[in-house]
């Protein structure tokens, strides 16, 4: 007898994340090379929305989102690593249309 599946569901005001894979190495507005293996201090990084719970009010689902990944919980389901967080742990949100923008795009 097969086991059954569970879906996840996140609660209240939890957000799951899943990081954008980072490029092997990143260019400085002057085309300076940046190895993958320098780490800048406190970097923020983007990453898409899986899931929000039922309190989270301002992402959805697909969105793209800015926050601190070393802040946060890691949990790992089926080999893909996601990372859990509160909403408010969330710096910048990534949409189509906005009504208080910052004029810069992704």
């Known amino acids: 007898m097969a086991d059954p599946k569970f879906e996840i569901q996140m609660l209240h005001d939890r957000v799951m994340v899943r990081l954008e894979p980072e490029t092997e ?7 300076i ?6 780490k800048l201090a406190n970097r923020l990084v983007w990453g898409e929305v899986c899931g929000a719970g039922s309190s989270v009010r301002a ?4 969105d793209k989102v ?8 890691e949990v ?3 080999g893909q690593v996601y990372l859990v967080m509160r909403e408010r742990d969330l710096h910048a949100v990534a949409t189509q249309q906005t ?6 795009y992704l």
């Open 25 to 31: 190495e990143r260019r400085s507005s002057a085309g």
């Open 33 to 38: 090379v940046i190895p993958a293996t320098v």
């Open 59 to 62: 992402v959805k689902a697909g």
């Open 66 to 73: 800015l926050f601190n990944p070393e802040e946060q919980f």
């Open 76 to 78: 790992e389901v089926q």
């Open 99 to 104: 009504d208080h923008g910052t004029g810069l």
